[in-house]
């Protein structure tokens, strides 16, 4: 039987600190060696269990939706993410070099990943293809409100289909999986690249004026945008137009209110597809989520079509994103569209965790506390209950703690029954 007293051995002395002065200076540099760096955070306990059971919840959805899973280096060659494919600026990169002297990154985005990794394993293949990943991406910005360094990402990229139908399914994957998740009050507010740079065609613009204009654009700085247009010689109609961007969005009628300032037949097409693609959403039953906005302009200058990024409250950034890229495979040598989505993992647990929504996690089922006499019949239980899947925690006594020392760690971490195994191989329950 085990016996428990209540009493705590004691250490001999009284204490078990060293004797004698520690000096500051070690002192400091101890604290620090406790702490992250700048932007990454340790990810522990219940709040780990909760993002785990997030994750699994989006890639059981995606498995649902035929995509298989792949995976990519975290990091690769500098040229993956440089300017002239279209993705993150070189200051906001994690940059090392190899033994061979080549430049290499901390990937800040996966989108180039599994574009490079599609164009290597599939390059003659013209059906459709569909990835999913799990994956964390690095990006060397600033830490404004918070904002994490380094992100995990779930996402899919559905590679060779350059229809409308597919911009639907990813959008309704989304909306599917942030509802999967518990998420409920949100929104995906949708765009299209292809207006602003059939404006920017239209007007005569060259690549570093667009690059710069959109970027103004995006940020809402109608000033700098109308200093800018201004500076480039762009006509009063069309400079109207680019101001009116900003504007529009809302319900796709509003978004509709730029045709009319716009002879060019790649804005009208786009927003054509537009119209489409509200429609088949339609069909998924998920046009209550759908706003639309043409200002929506990424600072990825792959996206080539749609854009979309899903908002809710408690988050100031965005915990869903995606779009069209059909021209970014070409740069590794296969000429296929593509469209892609990504859930924001973190930014979307804090904001269910602010919201109180619940998140159901796989505690911890059990607890099973043995002495030496008793540690056969312990290991010989535990194992029957693994057998018919139950979660076990196998622990050994030790001789300076008591019975309710292990029913307050039960609780702290969430351990719904604890049990005491006898040398007969009963078990004796115990409350958490």
Same mark, same amino acid.
């Given at each position: 039987?085990?016996?428990?007293?209540?009493?705590?051995?004691?250490?001999?002395?009284?204490?078990?600190?060293?004797?004698?002065?520690?000096?500051?200076?070690?002192?400091?540099?101890?604290?620090?060696?406790?702490?992250?760096?700048?932007?990454?955070?340790?990810?522990?306990?219940?709040?780990?269990?909760?993002?785990?059971?997030?994750?699994?919840?989006?890639?059981?959805?995606?498995? #649902?939706?035929?995509?298989?899973?792949?995976?990519?280096?975290?990091?690769?060659?500098?040229? *993956?993410?440089?300017?002239?494919?279209?993705?993150?600026?070189?200051?906001?990169?994690?940059?090392?070099?190899?033994?061979?002297?080549?430049?290499?990154?901390?990937?800040?985005?996966?989108?180039?990943?599994?574009?490079?990794?599609?164009?290597?394993?599939?390059?003659?293949?013209?059906?459709?293809?569909?990835?999913?990943?799990?994956?964390?991406?690095?990006?060397?910005?600033?830490?404004?409100?918070?904002?994490?360094?380094?992100?995990?990402? +779930?996402?899919?990229?559905?590679?060779?289909?350059?229809?409308?139908?597919?911009?639907?399914?990813?959008?309704?994957?989304?909306?599917?999986?942030?509802?999967?998740?518990?998420?409920?009050?949100?929104?995906?507010? *949708?765009?299209?690249?292809?207006?602003?740079?059939?404006?920017?065609?239209?007007?005569?613009?060259?690549?570093?004026?667009?690059?710069?204009?959109?970027?103004? +654009?995006?940020?809402?700085? %109608?000033?700098?945008?109308?200093?800018?247009?201004?500076?480039?010689?762009?006509?009063?109609?069309?400079?109207?137009?680019?101001?009116?961007?900003?504007?529009?969005?809302?319900?796709?009628?509003?978004?509709?209110?730029?045709?009319?300032?716009?002879?060019?037949?790649?804005?009208?097409?786009? #927003?054509?597809?537009?119209?489409?693609?509200?429609?088949?959403?339609?069909?998924?039953?998920?046009?209550?989520?759908?706003?639309?906005?043409?200002?929506?302009?990424?600072?990825?200058?792959?996206?080539?079509?749609?854009?979309?990024?899903?908002?809710?409250?408690?988050?100031?950034?965005?915990?869903?994103?995606?779009?069209?890229?059909?021209? #970014? #495979?070409?740069?590794?040598?296969?000429?296929?569209?593509?469209?892609?989505?990504?859930?924001?993992?973190?930014?979307?647990?804090?904001?269910?965790?602010?919201?109180?929504?619940?998140?159901?996690?796989?505690?911890?089922?059990? %607890?099973?506390?043995?002495?030496?006499?008793?540690?056969?019949?312990? +290991?010989?239980?535990?194992?029957?209950?693994?057998?018919?899947?139950?979660?076990?925690?196998?622990?050994?006594?030790?001789?300076?703690?008591?019975?309710?020392?292990?029913?307050?760690?039960?609780?702290?971490?969430?351990?719904?029954?604890?049990?005491? +195994?006898?040398?007969?191989?009963?078990?004796?329950?115990?409350?958490?």
């Amino acid at each position: 039987m085990i016996k428990n007293t209540g009493n705590r051995r004691k250490r001999k002395g009284g204490s078990s600190r060293i004797q004698g002065t520690v000096h500051p200076r070690t002192n400091i540099m101890q604290q620090r060696l406790l702490h992250t760096p700048e932007g990454v955070r340790d990810l522990y306990g219940e709040e780990f269990e909760k993002k785990k059971a997030i994750q699994e919840k989006v890639l059981h959805l995606l498995s #649902l939706y035929g995509y298989h899973e792949i995976q990519t280096p975290t990091f690769e060659f500098f040229d *993956i993410f440089s300017r002239e494919i279209g993705t993150t600026p070189s200051r906001e990169l994690y940059k090392f070099f190899d033994r061979e002297g080549n430049t290499l990154v901390l990937r800040p985005d996966m989108t180039p990943s599994i574009a490079r990794c599609a164009s290597k394993y599939y390059m003659e293949e013209e059906l459709p293809i569909r990835f999913s990943y799990l994956g964390n991406t690095f990006l060397n910005g600033g830490s404004l409100q918070g904002r994490l360094k380094e992100t995990t990402q +779930i996402g899919a990229e559905l590679i060779g289909d350059a229809s409308v139908d597919a911009d639907a399914e990813l959008i309704a994957f989304v909306i599917q999986a942030l509802l999967a998740c518990g998420c409920r009050d949100f929104q995906v507010s *949708i765009g299209q690249v292809e207006v602003f740079k059939g404006l920017a065609e239209e007007a005569g613009l060259s690549e570093e004026t667009e690059y710069a204009l959109r970027e103004k +654009i995006s940020n809402k700085n %109608i000033i700098a945008a109308e200093a800018l247009l201004e500076e480039a010689g762009v006509e009063e109609k069309r400079k109207k137009a680019f101001l009116k961007i900003p504007e529009l969005f809302g319900g796709l009628d509003r978004i509709l209110e730029i045709q009319n300032m716009s002879e060019q037949e790649r804005v009208h097409h786009a #927003l054509k597809r537009l119209k489409e693609l509200y429609e088949i959403l339609k069909y998924y039953q998920v046009e209550r989520y759908i706003t639309f906005d043409l200002g929506l302009l990424s600072k990825y200058n792959y996206y080539t079509g749609i854009t979309f990024q899903a908002y809710t409250y408690e988050v100031g950034e965005p915990i869903a994103k995606g779009g069209r890229y059909d021209t #970014l #495979l070409s740069h590794f040598g296969k000429d296929s569209a593509a469209v892609g989505c990504t859930i924001q993992i973190d930014q979307l647990l804090l904001a269910l965790i602010r919201q109180k929504n619940e998140i159901e996690t796989a505690k911890k089922e059990r %607890i099973l506390l043995y002495q030496k006499e008793a540690r056969k019949e312990a +290991i010989l239980a535990a194992a029957n209950y693994r057998k018919n899947g139950e979660r076990v925690e196998l622990i050994l006594m030790a001789e300076d703690k008591t019975i309710e020392d292990y029913l307050a760690f039960a609780k702290r971490n969430g351990v719904e029954k604890l049990g005491i +195994i006898h040398m007969d191989g009963t078990e004796e329950g115990r409350t958490v």
